[in-house]
């Protein structure tokens, strides 16, 4: 990398936490921080969830897919929708009625901590060989 691309490369992470740190500055609790204190419109949670979804993966891998094995596989992106809605209305009630702040913590509640301690083990497993193939997949592009 030149000197350029550093100086990119960090005035953009400056900046990025720059700007969380400035719109964090008046969260007196963790509730506030992780709740937004009800203050999220639905819209923006929903459109959240979604951006969240895509990758640079499902980018680069999605048009690849389809030219190699055909279209079938966007059966699986019409059904996400109706997933969604279902969930939003049976689980994600009962979930804020439980007060908790985590998925973890709900499954605490729910069972024990040996489960929690668990999912939250499989679930950084799974992410850190995730985040792996996530930054390889476009590396191999560049």
Do not use: C, H
Request: charged letters at 15%.
């Amino acid at each position: 990398m030149n000197n350029i691309d550093w100086i990119v490369l960090v005035t953009t992470l400056l900046a990025i936490v720059g700007y969380g740190v400035w719109q964090t500055r008046n969260r007196a609790n963790l509730s506030s921080y992780l709740r937004g204190d009800g203050e999220i419109k639905w819209g923006t949670i929903g459109l959240s969830i979604m951006a969240t979804q895509a990758s640079a993966i499902t980018f680069l891998s999605t048009p690849g897919l389809a030219y190699e094995e055909g279209m079938g596989f966007l059966q699986f992106y019409f059904g996400l929708p109706i997933a969604m809605i279902i969930l939003s209305v049976f689980v994600v009630p009962r979930y804020f009625k439980s007060r908790v702040f985590t998925a973890y913590e709900y499954l605490e509640s729910k069972f024990d901590l040996k489960i929690r301690l668990l999912t939250a083990f499989l679930f950084l497993v799974q992410r850190g060989l995730a985040a792996g193939i996530t930054i390889y997949a476009p590396a191999i592009v560049l």
